[in-house]
């Protein structure tokens, strides 16, 4: 098994950046696919982007390529989410997911560990 933990979260205004973060822990991170999901009350579960096991090949949700980067330091055991001209749309808490897919998929159903998440505020 794996923990992981998010951070990095916060109160923006509208056109700014954040870059969160996803420490794992307990089983070799290199070993799995990882992916970024987003939920906002009363929604489901959405996936934003995933990242291969050696960080060469990022696959894309949704209309998210651009404002959104997906990247891994296998060394340091962590995921990250660039996220840049952050839109009050943008809100939403933000979980970390790891999987034993041979690509990360786009359903909550191929990932078998999830962190707490970290909530992401834009104001306008």
């Known amino acids: 098994q794996v923990q992981l933990v998010e951070s990095g979260g916060g109160l923006v205004q509208a056109g700014g950046s954040l870059r969160l973060s996803c420490v794992a822990s307990?089983?070799?991170?290199?070993?799995?696919?990882m992916g970024w999901f987003s939920q906002t009350p009363g929604k489901e579960r959405e996936f934003v982007v995933g990242i291969d096991r050696s960080g060469s090949t990022t696959y894309y949700g949704d209309s998210v390529q651009g404002r959104f980067t997906i990247s891994r330091d296998n060394a340091k055991n962590t995921l990250y989410l660039q996220i840049d001209s952050l839109k009050p749309a943008d809100t939403a808490v933000y979980y970390c997911a790891a999987g034993n897919t041979l690509v990360p998929g786009r359903t909550e159903y191929q990932y078998a560990y999830w962190g707490q998440g970290t909530q992401v505020t834009v104001s306008l």
């Open positions: 307990g089983r070799t991170f290199s070993s799995y696919v």
